[in-house]
């Protein structure tokens, strides 16, 4: 399980910056982005506390949206709902680390709570991550110490929602496991690309055939570069296809408008079968190691 901490930008805005559109839309967007990254995650929780809890919603602390119908009436269901969901208790410590460089917060109280809960939960083996509000994105990796010594392992830094990516396990947590997960199978490929291929843009429209899906349900091995296969040929052109060395991807011969691509190389040679169309693919069977693939 991995604990979530929130930094203290994110739990708070001046009312100056409130009542500015362009940074109350800039807050509410990267705060939902981040609650809505751990709400979806099954293996993070958020690290919360009982003083966290008054001081973020009781007066005389009051947040500038609850000072705001309607946006008291449009946030708070939201945030609570969130928060009841995926918050999980965590005691405070007497220890207090040291933040470098430091975080620019103008709540000191929110400001220590955070910096009890980072060596509370170092020393109780806890994994945890820091979100970060989108004003105290650094430009080098912050360091915490206690004492003057570094806290190890260092927490893992988030600052947007691309950061989760890396906590999902997609050959395990969307691989298909029938012929109806087109959706998750699809969201895998996604993943895929915006965490691993430099969120390159993908050029088609795709899915795959029930057949396909049946299939790789029962695969075990080469999970990943099944994925990658399918991932890259999204990201190209036919023609860029045909020339990379790792998909050889062609035509096969006598079938309009079907080609297949390599997703290991001889001697085991597993290849996919598509469907091309100048906008779409349809992935429609893997053959694995030893199985006819037609036209060879």
């Not at 009312?15 to 940074?23: L, M, Q």
């Not at 206690?146 to 969307?174: A, H, Q, W």
């Not at 040679?269 to 693939?293: A, C, Q, T, W």
Request: charged share 30%.
């Amino acid at each position: 399980m991995n604990y979530a901490l929130l930094e203290p930008s994110l739990l708070s805005i001046s009312e100056e910056d409130w009542y500015c559109e362009c940074s109350r839309d800039e807050y509410l967007e990267h705060f939902n982005s981040i609650m809505n990254c751990i709400n979806d995650s099954s293996n993070i929780k958020l690290a919360w506390n009982d003083l966290y809890d008054d001081l973020f919603w009781t007066s005389p602390q009051k947040r500038p949206w609850k000072m705001d119908r309607y946006w008291s009436n449009t946030i708070i269901p939201i945030i609570y709902e969130k928060l009841q969901k995926n918050a999980i208790h965590q005691d405070l410590g007497e220890e207090l680390c040291e933040v470098e460089p430091k975080i620019n917060c103008e709540r000191e109280d929110l400001y220590s709570i955070f910096c009890k809960l980072i060596p509370q939960l170092n020393s109780e083996g806890k994994d945890s991550l820091i979100c970060f509000g989108s004003k105290n994105i650094p430009i080098k990796p912050h360091e915490f110490f206690v004492s003057g010594e570094k806290i190890e392992p260092t927490p893992r830094m988030f600052y947007s929602e691309n950061c989760f990516l890396s906590l999902i396990d997609i050959e395990s947590e969307l691989w298909p496991t029938g012929n109806d997960d087109n959706e998750s199978f699809k969201k895998a490929i996604n993943i895929k690309i915006a965490r691993d291929l430099c969120n390159q843009k993908i050029l088609y429209d795709f899915c795959f055939s029930q057949k396909f899906l049946k299939k790789i349900s029962k695969v075990n091995i080469d999970r990943d570069k099944i994925i990658t296969a399918i991932a890259r040929r999204l990201i190209m052109n036919t023609s860029d296809a045909g020339r990379d060395g790792c998909l050889q991807d062609e035509n096969i011969e006598g079938q309009e408008s079907i080609r297949r691509l390599r997703v290991t190389p001889r001697p085991s040679s597993k290849r996919i079968h598509y469907k091309n169309s100048p906008n779409k693919i349809e992935f429609l069977m893997f053959y694995d190691v030893g199985e006819h693939d037609d036209g060879l």
